[in-house]
């Protein structure tokens, strides 16, 4: 079955650092990727997706590149702030059977990101 | 604009009390879901629902039925609780498309004790 990996954690890291958490999946065909963010005591809120080899999303100074010969799909970022300090999920849906499976996500385990001064 | 909306926030049961988490969803979608997380190991679907009148099983659905009430509702019932189901539960929406994200509620924390 689908499943996804991320880097094992948490990350520590100093405000201004560049961050990059791995992230990679198995999955057949071409799945949709997507990487969500968890703010203390909130749910989860989308941060940004690629649905096709090759694509990159990117939002808040956040980015991540859809690699089909890899597998992959890591989150990067330039400059961290304190305000990143969450937790961070790869996610995965399957490309669609019968349109059944659409928006039904696989995740890894989270990755906290803290973020100090 | 509400989104999905979870009820309770926090619920507290003893081993072999019955509940029900409420879900409902204003953005006219035709799916729904419900997730269980636990530290470590991200966050696995219990039941989901592709359109108003069906429902699935996901990953883990031992000890949890579900109701798709209309196509804006979705509960989860516990019918005996036990303290295997200590988690934090969210309710999810999403469109039947391919690529499309899915919007999360604002999470349940259930302990059972």
């Known amino acids: 079955g689908d499943s996804v990996t991320q880097m094992e954690g948490p990350v520590t890291l100093s405000e201004e650092a560049f961050l990059t958490i791995n992230c990679t999946y198995t999955?057949?065909?071409?799945?949709?990727l997507f990487w969500y963010v968890q703010y203390p005591g909130e749910g989860l809120q989308l941060l940004l997706k690629?649905?096709?080899?090759?694509d990159k999303g990117s939002n808040k100074g956040f980015e991540a590149t859809y690699r089909k010969e890899t597998t992959s799909f890591h989150l990067e970022k330039g400059s961290v702030q304190v305000s990143d300090s969450a937790v961070y999920f790869c996610a995965l849906s399957p490309p669609g059977a019968g349109g059944t499976s659409y928006g039904k996500l696989t995740f890894g385990q989270g990755t906290i990101l803290t973020v100090h001064p | 604009n509400a989104g999905v909306t979870q009820t309770p926030k926090f619920q507290v049961l003893k081993t072999g009390q019955s509940m029900t988490l409420q879900c409902a969803q204003d953005?006219?979608?035709?799916?729904m879901y419900w997730y269980r997380q636990d530290p470590g190991m991200g966050l696995r679907l219990i039941y989901y629902s592709a359109s108003e009148g069906t429902t699935d099983k996901g990953e883990v659905p031992n000890g949890y039925n579900v109701s798709r009430l209309n196509k804006r509702e979705f509960s989860l019932r516990l019918e005996s609780a036990a303290p295997s189901q200590t988690s934090v539960y969210f309710c999810?929406?999403?469109?039947?498309?391919?690529?499309?994200?899915?919007?999360f509620g604002q999470g349940t924390r259930l302990t059972v004790v």
């Open positions: 953005m006219n979608h035709n799916s």
């Open positions: 999810a929406s999403s469109a039947r498309r391919a690529g499309t994200e899915a919007f």
């Open positions: 690629a649905t096709k080899a090759d």
């Open positions: 999955a057949t065909g071409y799945p949709s």
